[in-house]
């Protein structure tokens, strides 16, 4: 399993074709829709209630929605709906996931949602190329990891760690990208991922998503003190173009980790202090502890081979 085993990348063109993007009124997947729409394709979105105006109305209003983007209903764990959406489509990108760390909210429709993805992709027969939004939390959970140590696209996180720590979104990601990779081997569909470290930017969609609440608690005065911790981040527009990139770029398989500059949790506070002296951004380190905590680091490089520009390449990630 993994970026070695895989070598099954099809060419998929660039230019002027039919892609599906699932969950597409999330906070990652608005941003690539928006980066679809303005390279040209047609645009496929799948939501949950299309005839949600509210909801739906920052897709509607991109630039080329009007006469390329069409919105329909589809729930990961519904195959037909999901095989409905990808008729005619030459290219999926599933981005779809619940995120949050609740295993009665997360595990099913990630891993049986992925596999339903993979197998309505593979029964498809014009699909030439998936590309699936997976997570850092997939290569660097575990003890087996020492801290400093560089993990690439060859490491995956540990399961049994992560159910330990009830660390219920790595271990339902991990296990929906190793379906994933198992279930495009056995039907042969090429299959790309891009495990994205935690995405920050600006927001198209209404409502707030998990990742931005990482940076809007510090600033809500829901939380007084920050963790002993560290986080790699990556900006939102960056993970879109890497999924357009890797989508478009024929000779692309396997695995590309996402991860940009990397910021101890009491650094973060300090930026915010500073740009928002209004608002109570916590001041001290829970437990009062000196901030101590080593991550490993993580590397973009094979992002970088495919001349995708993110900020700083090689970076510590996240340790809570
Ligand atoms: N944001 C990050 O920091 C980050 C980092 C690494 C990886 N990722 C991955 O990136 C992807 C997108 O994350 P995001 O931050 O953009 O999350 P988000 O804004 O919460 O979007 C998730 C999307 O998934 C849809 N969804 C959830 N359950 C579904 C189901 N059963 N059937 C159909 N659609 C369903 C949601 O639809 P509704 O709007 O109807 O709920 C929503 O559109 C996820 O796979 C996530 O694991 C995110």
Redesign the pocket.
Known sequence: MGAENVGNCAAASSHGHTVCV??A?????SWLVKLLLEKGYSVRG???NPDDEEKNAHLRALDGAAERLTLVR????DMESLAAAFRGCQGVFH?????TDDPEKMIE?AVE?TKNVITAAADDGGVRRVVF????GTVYMGPHHAPGAEVDETCWSDLDYCKSTKNWYCYA?TVAEQAAWELARQRRLDLVVVN????LGPLL?PSV???TWHILKYLDGSVQTYADAVQAYVHVRDVADAHARVYEEPSACGRYLCAGRVLRRGEVCRILAKMFPEYPVPTECKGGAGETKKGCRLSSRRLAKLGVGITRRASACTKR
Request: hydrophobic share 40%; aromatic share 2%.
């Open positions: 699932t969950g009124g999330g906070y990652i997947a799948t939501v949950r589809a729930d990961l764990l981005a779809a996931s619940p995120v429709p949602g939004t997976s997570s850092i990601k994205p470290s935690l995405v969609q998503n998990a990742s």
